[in-house]
């Protein structure tokens, strides 16, 4: 008989904990505001936290950046829309709009930050197809904003929890439980 390997579960670890404490710092952040939905700046963090402070700058730039550009992209693309249908009713142009969008996110983003193509793509695609006409504007600036906060609690986090710092306290806490 063939036994089937054992597996070792997976193990809570120093990056697993920052993101979780990232996130839940920035929901903490929000219930203190007022009709603030922490849901994106949450997605950030998580997106933005990264083994160390390279890999959150360079995660949490990707989202950023996306974020800005699908973000700047879709309201303008949505503002072309609404020129020619005001009330919002056709939403047949949106495909074309959607094919030009995603060429010109490609190119902006080989210009200012190649990891961003895929979270622009995805607020690009929000912002033309899941928006109201009249809420396009804010909905894209507050992904931009609530993106922002949090991809800056992931790198303050990192800054101020470096694995390299950790670790010795973390060697210290598992020496006193294994006694």
């Known amino acids: 008989m063939n036994e089937a390997p054992s597996r070792k579960l997976p193990g809570i670890g120093l990056r697993n904990l920052k993101t979780a404490l990232s996130a839940s710092l920035c929901a903490l952040l929000y219930y203190f505001m007022d009709n603030r939905n922490p849901t994106f700046a949450c997605i950030g963090a998580i997106f933005g936290m ?26 303008g693309l949505f503002r072309i829309y609404l020129i020619f249908y005001p009330d919002g009713e056709n939403r047949l142009l949106l495909v074309p709009l959607l094919f030009v969008g995603v060429v010109i996110l490609i ?56 694995r390299e710092r950790l670790e010795p306290w973390v060697e210290k806490v598992k020496a006193k439980f294994q006694r």
Do not use: E
């Open 50 to 75: 990264g083994a160390n402070m390279d890999h959150s700058k360079l995660h949490g730039g990707n989202r950023l950046f996306g974020t800005i550009i699908g973000g700047f992209l879709g309201m």
């Open 107 to 162: 190119v902006l983003a080989q210009i200012f930050w190649v990891g961003a193509v895929q979270p622009g793509g995805v607020v690009l695609c929000i912002v033309l197809f899941n928006t109201p006409v009249d809420t396009y504007v804010s909905y894209a600036l507050n992904r931009m904003l609530d993106t922002g906060c949090g991809v800056a609690m992931s790198l303050l986090i990192n800054w101020l929890l470096p």
